[in-house]
């Protein structure tokens, strides 16, 4: 059984910055992570993902160049350092991955970009 539990999400003002963590326990088996948003009244949307090495990561083009994603196998947790936040990027934050082919989600951290 795999558990996800994000955290980091606040409230931030236009042009500010948060970095959110996803903590996984049970094992991940080696597998790739994600971050995925959820603005209110909106359909869930990706954000980015990392591979298991971290070698290779992949980004919404709304993001790319504004948020990074790292992890720390050591640690379990995949990071999501997001800068430049407008108005838009107001959502709540999911981590999400992939086991044996079950997908396995938290209960997510809420980000309000708000002046």
């Known amino acids: 059984q795999v558990q996800l539990v994000e955290s980091g999400g606040g409230l931030v003002q236009p042009g500010g910055s948060l970095t959110l963590s996803c903590a996984a326990s049970?094992?991940?088996?080696?597998?790739?992570m994600g971050w995925y948003r959820q603005a209110s009244g909106k359909e869930r949307e990706f954000v980015a993902s990392?591979?298991?090495?971290?070698?290779?990561?992949s980004y919404a083009d709304s993001v790319t160049g504004r948020f990074t994603i790292s992890r720390d196998n050591a640690k379990n947790t995949v990071y999501l350092q997001m800068n430049s936040l407008n108005l838009e990027d107001t959502a709540v934050y999911y981590c999400?991955?992939?086991?044996?082919?079950?997908?396995?989600w938290g209960k997510g951290t809420l980000v309000t970009v708000s002046s």
């Open positions: 990392i591979s298991w090495s971290g070698g290779s990561r």
């Open positions: 999400s991955v992939r086991v044996n082919g079950m997908s396995y």
């Open positions: 049970g094992s991940i088996a080696r597998s790739a």
